[in-house]
């Protein structure tokens, strides 16, 4: 999964890092997807006009943003925020694992999946990292990262991973 996700290297708790990786592995698994055809799986599937980047380079993406923002929040407000940086770097790499299983492929076409007609990622995602051992934090993240979790108190970590991703969706006209 390095090779996939080089921000894994940057997971300093060793068990988090492998939970990381295996949730990866296991949705892709899951998913039915094979190594040829990750860097053709769409980020999204609600732009239509156009190309959109992979799933693997936006993970990528939304993860770095992520750190990135981390380090100036941490910086600028020391004395009134703490941020878990394992937590927030597994939660941007995992925050759309559950799209290897909302989304198939058919025909050659990737689309929604029978589970994903029913299951939007957020749920999915969750759903296999709770039952993979991941922390109840990196769930939240999985959980809260779109809409799902306009409901609930999201934590600092989450709040960061929600608006790298959606920085990242809408400059890419979502």
Known sequence: MQNLFP?????????????TAACIAEAIKRGGWKEA????IPFTLLVKDKSVPSLILHTRAVTQCAIKMAEIIAKSYPEYLKIDQDILISGGLLHDVGKFLEYGKENGKVGKSKQGK?????????ALAYELGLPDEVVHIIA????????????????IILHADFANFEALGG
């Open 7 to 19: 921000e894994l290297a940057q997971i300093k708790d060793g068990g988090l890092r492998e939970k």
């Open 37 to 40: 055809d990750l860097d053709n």
């Open 118 to 126: 029913i299951l939007r990622h957020p749920i999915s995602g969750a």
């Open 144 to 159: 809260c990262h779109s809409h799902e979790g306009d409901h609930v108190k999201r934590s600092i970590e989450a709040i």
